[in-house]
């Protein structure tokens, strides 16, 4: 009696229909002879619908263990191997597991392909058993859930089998199509099979020698079980110019517009089984102007989802910020000029702003859309001295700087304001598209300090300028079907400069970010004094400090591409500050101002000339994250061969020894987000707000998109956690800062991405 023992390597599932099979196949065929009547009558989706069975052949390829001097077996006592002794030829049977909605009709089903396009390979969990129905075998039993969903039953002998399918929660209708294949035949054509046991997902299946049995189980979800996420898209349009980056998410809300008509096209991909794209499901729909230029999209179960705009022409796609189940916004990183993806786990309510920003050379070749026209306003700041009686040729003489700061208005019919366009960006550009034909008041609302004072318009038809009268800021104009309409603006300067107070307030042990200005009214009662300020304007740098009853600085100058900046020399021990702006005369409630290490920029929209500034300092909870970066061997099993979490902590720390410099971390708190790059193989966080964050890595090229990271938590009370696996999606670790003067540690591994592979199997 021969024996040979064989090493089981964990089976990877490589998709229901790769085409590992067909190469093993065709080449068998092409030695055989056979190739010419066979592929007449086997499609090659049929032979990729087989590719699994590949993977169960290679644990009887690989290191066969020889018998010692006296002929004994050598046979590893390990739990796993598996003794095959006469190598007697074996079977297997794969199941591939799929929800579909309540829609498809799985039960008349005869084309099990179409349902494996329309159904997901996720949903409630699932347990398989395999019962012998001779009594001859071992029973077997298997059990999945999440994504990709499927069970394997290898090495099993010929038998009459039952295969009964269990899932967690009971399918309105189920179906299941199978086929078989031995290494000469193709033994069952893919068919539905029948239910041996009426209302049940029991069904028979026979296994013949070295047969594959390759099937596909589709349940249909009932109506009330389905976790649906909502992803609402909501579309924002910037000025030419525009610098998101220095602005921020608050800041683009502001300056950005959300009344975007005509509507925009977005296509939602819900991505399917990855070695599988006709798994994917595609949704296309067009913003609603008349709900803030949103859309909403529906997807079931856990899911890879990717969102793809049709950017309009004249539009740069700039950048994405989501919620997830009313949380803080978060970056949501760009895959190309097009689109994002977001990872959901089902059930979820996301909300996404999509800003675009226009791009324009100035006196470009523009088409307007059909039936339409669009409105280019060219901005120019003019000297103090500009002659009264000033004509085109005066203003454009002696106002020659572009201005940003700039807002403008224009009223359609209905009385509704149309704000498709926001601050002019540096170049001093703004513009209206795709606006009704017919004659609307156009106004703008100025930089501080200047007033409009004239206005020349003409068509791209005829190229003759003229004068557009001003009243109270406003002049009327007429959009022309199929036509653009190009305006220059010209604003002077009305007073001698900004005043600014700012009253800095001390906030107790317990205050928390992100919340209304009556809130931190109410909590920081405590005055601050003394404390170092500074304040840059279009003249330079003022220095002073906070004082009781506020600290009041006159003269400030914005200028016109300039703009006022206020720095904090923030105390130690205190975070990051809130910070709340109103112009006093305006009686608006104080807007919250973004605020980047101590310092906000004042936005545009303050048009007035005295502005309160209050400034609130939050005790600094001195939490603290630690990245340690490190670079793996290409040798690196990446989890393939491991047993368990121990086991693969200690393999990453003791193989990935190469720190790494020049890696881009992000971290997002409660207080925002700020991004820093590795420096002698490490990355450190200070001034971590206590509750969730975020920590994304920019994953360095040549390197998977996943890496390995083991994190430890040590707390205030010098108690520390066991060393733990902290999974990333992406790069990507959501984690939590539990309490104050919490340290996080975290050892983070780069996998390097090795090359692809191509594995013949010869049979004879």
Same mark, same amino acid.
């Given at each position: 009696?021969?024996?040979?023992?064989?090493?089981?390597?964990?089976?990877?599932?490589?998709?229901?229909? =790769?085409? @590992? /099979?067909?190469?093993?196949?065709?080449?068998?065929?092409?030695? *055989?002879?056979?190739? !010419?009547?066979?592929? %007449?009558?086997v499609s090659a989706e049929t032979i990729r619908n087989n590719a699994a069975s590949v993977e169960a052949r290679r644990a009887q390829d690989q290191e066969p263990v020889e018998t010692d001097e006296a002929g004994e077996q050598l046979?590893?006592?390990?739990?796993?191997?598996?003794?095959?002794?006469?190598?007697?030829?074996?079977?297997?049977?794969?199941?591939?597991?799929?929800?579909?909605?309540?829609?498809?009709?799985?039960?008349?089903?005869?084309?099990?392909?179409?349902?494996?396009?329309?159904?997901?390979?996720?949903?409630?969990?699932? =347990?398989? @058993? /395999?019962?012998?129905?001779?009594?001859?075998?071992?029973?077997? *039993?298997?059990?999945? !859930?999440?994504?990709? %969903?499927?069970?394997?039953f290898s090495q099993i002998p010929a038998d009459q089998w039952t295969i009964d399918i269990v899932p967690d929660v009971a399918a309105a209708e189920d179906a299941l199509f199978c086929e078989g294949y031995t290494p000469y035949s193709h033994t069952k054509p893919y068919a539905s099979q029948t239910s041996i046991v009426s209302g049940s997902s029991t069904y028979g299946i026979e296994t013949l020698d070295e047969e594959d049995v390759s099937c596909d189980w589709f349940g249909v979800l009932p109506t009330d079980t389905a976790d649906t996420t909502s992803v609402q898209v909501t579309k924002w349009n910037c000025p030419a110019g525009f610098d998101f980056a220095a602005a921020g998410y608050e800041g683009a809300k502001v300056t950005c517009w959300d009344d975007v008509d005509p509507g925009v096209e977005f296509t939602l991909t819900h991505l399917g089984d990855e070695n599988d794209p006709t798994d994917d499901i595609q949704l296309v729909q067009v913003t609603d102007p008349s709900a803030n230029d949103s859309t909403t999209f529906t997807s079931t179960g856990a899911a890879t989802l990717i969102v793809s705009e049709t950017v309009p022409a004249n539009y740069e796609f700039t950048a994405v910020h989501c919620s997830f189940d009313g949380d803080t916004p978060v970056t949501v990183s760009l895959d190309d000029e097009t689109?994002?993806?977001?990872?959901?786990?089902?059930?979820?309510?996301?909300?996404?702003?999509?800003?675009?920003?226009?791009?324009?050379?100035?006196?470009?070749?523009?088409?307007?859309?059909?039936?339409?026209?669009?409105?280019?306003?060219?901005?120019?700041?003019?000297?103090?001295?500009?002659?009264n009686d000033a004509d085109m040729d005066g203003f454009a003489s002696n106002c020659t700087t572009p201005q940003n700061g700039a807002t403008f208005t224009l009223e359609t019919p209905?009385?509704?304001?149309?704000?498709?366009?926001?601050?002019?960006?540096?170049?001093?550009?703004?513009?209206?598209?795709?606006?009704?034909?017919?004659t609307y008041p156009l106004s703008e609302q100025s930089p501080m300090g200047y007033e409009l004072a004239a206005a020349y318009c003409a068509y791209d038809s005829d190229s003759v300028y003229t004068e557009a009268p001003i009243s109270n800021g406003a002049t009327d104009v007429e959009v022309v079907a199929d036509d653009v309409l190009r305006c220059n603006f010209y604003n002077v300067k009305t007073d001698d400069g900004v005043t600014i107070t700012i009253y800095k307030w001390e906030c107790p042990e317990g205050t928390t970010y992100n919340q209304a200005f009556g809130y931190y009214q109410?909590?920081?009662?405590?005055?601050?004094?003394?404390?170092?300020?500074?304040?840059?304007?279009?003249?330079?740098?003022?220095?002073?400090?906070?004082?009781?009853?506020?600290?009041?600085?006159?003269?400030?100058?914005?200028?016109?591409?300039?703009?006022?900046?206020?720095?904090?020399?923030?105390?130690a021990d205190f975070g990051t500050p809130v910070v709340y702006c109103q112009y006093v005369d305006s009686g608006a409630d104080p807007q919250n101002i973004p605020v980047t290490d101590g310092t906000i920029t004042l936005p545009v929209q303050f048009e007035t000339a005295e502005i309160q500034c209050f400034w609130y300092n939050l005790p600094n909870h001195a939490s603290t994250v630690i990245i340690y970066k490190w670079s793996c061997p290409e040798s690196d099993l990446r989890n393939e061969g491991f047993h368990s979490e121990d086991e693969a902590m200690a393999w990453y720390k003791d193989n990935c020894n190469d720190s790494m410099d020049g890696v881009d971390f992000t971290l997002v708190d409660a207080a925002g987000h700020r991004t820093d790059t590795t420096a002698a193989g490490m990355v450190t966080f200070n001034h971590v707000a206590t509750g969730p964050i975020q920590i994304a890595e920019t994953v360095p090229a040549g390197y998977s998109n996943q890496p390995f990271q083991v994190c430890q938590n040590n707390y205030a009370n010098g108690s520390s956690s066991a060393p733990y696996w902290a999974v990333t999606i992406n790069g990507t670790y959501n984690t939590n800062i539990d309490e104050a003067g919490m340290t996080i540690v975290c050892d983070w591994y780069n996998v390097p991405v090795g090359p692809g592979e191509i594995t013949v199997y010869k049979w004879t």
């Open positions: 009696m021969i024996t040979k023992v064989f090493r089981l390597g964990r089976v990877r599932r490589t998709g229901s229909r =790769s085409a @590992n /099979l067909m190469m093993a196949m065709t080449l068998m065929m092409v030695l *055989s002879g056979l190739l !010419s009547p066979i592929m %007449g009558n046979v590893s006592e390990s739990t796993d191997e598996l003794v095959i002794e006469d190598q007697t030829p074996s079977s297997a049977i794969y199941i591939n597991l799929y929800w579909c909605d309540d829609s498809v009709d799985v039960a008349s089903a005869t084309d099990g392909y179409a349902l494996v396009g329309t159904c997901l390979e996720q949903g409630p969990a699932i =347990s398989v @058993n /395999l019962i012998s129905n001779s009594g001859n075998s071992a029973n077997d *039993s298997q059990s999945v !859930s999440g994504f990709p %969903g499927g069970v394997s689109s994002f993806h977001l990872f959901v786990k089902g059930d979820e309510q996301i909300e996404c702003d999509v800003f675009d920003t226009f791009v324009s050379d100035d006196n470009s070749d523009t088409t307007p859309e059909d039936g339409y026209g669009d409105i280019y306003i060219y901005k120019y700041a003019c000297d103090a001295d500009v002659p209905n009385g509704n304001v149309q704000t498709d366009t926001g601050d002019t960006g540096t170049d001093g550009i703004a513009m209206m598209g795709a606006v009704e034909a017919g109410n909590a920081c009662a405590t005055e601050m004094p003394g404390v170092p300020f500074h304040i840059a304007d279009a003249n330079g740098v003022i220095d002073t400090t906070s004082e009781v009853n506020g600290r009041q600085i006159t003269g400030l100058d914005r200028g016109p591409h300039e703009s006022i900046t206020i720095i904090e020399e923030v105390p």
